[in-house]
């Protein structure tokens, strides 16, 4: 692909902060998104950003999602400094609708699912090293949770929901500080899959949460980022995965899949990349086991976007190519990626 042809990465909009912001979220259907440290809406008018909702708590919020949510009813659940878990109703967040003290030490990461099937779930993960599974439904415990054995705490760094495709099943993955990724059937709660990336796993994002599981991608420290094809295992080898290396050794602090084409992803070590479908998706192996065939990846584009290291991103769900991210250096922007469709 020619750099005519290649998909740009335009900065259209940048807001400085008062304050380190920890994650962006767009609001689905609408021109607004939500900036989290303290907890901020900006909506997008006349070619700028105005801010909203300004709302600051006693502690910084750490983490946010909409996943669990119907468009009808959007709620945002976030997770802060102080291990709470708590709901806001993103028009009137003053007061949050749900609030319970999940862990004993920061909420890291959080994800949630049941938007299209399945109960509203979220799953948050701690640097108490454990994850625990909520669903809003039920107040103030936990529907399940994921214990690490003694001695082996690890500070839980990403999680993420999979494979709900109908009001039943659904996967939870887990990534640590020690490389550690751990994939758990949460219907007929067991560990499926566990393997190491070499490097703590910053983040984790299936390419969807609705389908049956079809790729995982785990981005690490020291710019590398595996992706695994999640549709065969081999009793052996489990589960196939490419590994990508950037030239430099900084953290991937995230990846997000282009709501529009799940085969395109974007990472904030780099610009977006897609993954390639081989020929067959699996073969059979010498012991007459099927294994599955991995594919390859293709860096798309690449591009310096801030001074300091791009922390957070979001596409907007409904327009192919808007996106929000924040930095380090205390500013948010708004972005556009071109060109995504003749990819």
């Known amino acids: 692909m020619n750099g005519i042809d290649k998909p740009q990465i335009i900065t259209h909009i940048t807001k400085s902060l008062s304050y380190t912001p920890y994650c962006v979220k767009w609001i689905p259907c609408s021109a607004k998104f939500v900036v989290l440290g303290a907890l901020q809406v900006y909506e ?107 001695g082996e ?69 020291e710019s590398n980022f595996n992706v695994y094809d999640l549709r065969t295992y081999h009793p052996k080898k489990k589960f196939p995965a490419v590994n990508q290396k950037a030239k430099d050794n900084t953290t991937i602090w995230t990846v997000r899949h282009l709501p529009q084409n799940r085969d395109i992803f974007i990472t904030s070590g780099g610009g977006p990349g897609g993954g390639n479908y081989p020929p067959q998706r699996t073969v059979k192996s010498e012991d007459d086991n099927l ?23 979001d596409w907007s769900p409904d327009k192919q190519g808007l996106c929000v991210f924040s930095a380090f250096d205390q500013q948010v922007r708004v972005g556009i990626v071109t060109k995504l469709s003749g990819l």
């Not at 705490?153 to 996967?171: I, M």
Request: aromatic content about 8%; hydrophobic content about 40%; proline content about 4%.
């Open 44 to 150: 997008l008018t006349e070619g700028d950003a105005k801010l909203i909702i300004d709302v600051e708590k006693p502690s910084s919020f750490k983490c946010g999602t909409f996943s669990h949510s119907a468009i009808s009813n959007r709620t945002l659940a976030t997770g802060d400094f102080d291990g709470r878990l708590q709901v806001y109703d993103i028009e009137n967040p003053d007061i949050s609708v749900y609030s319970v003290k999940a862990h004993e030490k920061i909420v890291n990461c959080i994800d949630g699912a049941g938007s299209n099937f399945g109960a509203p779930e979220l799953v948050t993960g701690s640097s108490d090293g454990i994850v625990k599974i909520w669903d809003l439904r039920q107040r103030d415990k936990p529907v399940a949770k994921i214990v690490p054995e003694s």
């Open 153 to 221: 705490v690890r500070d839980t760094w990403s999680v993420a929901f999979g494979n709900s495709y109908n009001d039943e099943e659904r996967v939870v993955a887990a990534g640590y500080e020690n490389g550690d990724i751990k994939m758990f059937d949460l219907k007929n709660m067991k560990l499926i899959f566990e393997t190491n990336a070499k490097n703590g796993v910053v983040a984790l994002e299936f390419d969807r949460k609705d389908i049956k599981m079809n790729k995982l991608v785990a981005t690490c420290l």
């Open 291 to 313: 294994e599955g065939v991995p594919g390859t990846l293709q860096a798309i584009q690449t591009v310096n976007a801030a001074e300091q290291p791009v922390s957070s991103f």
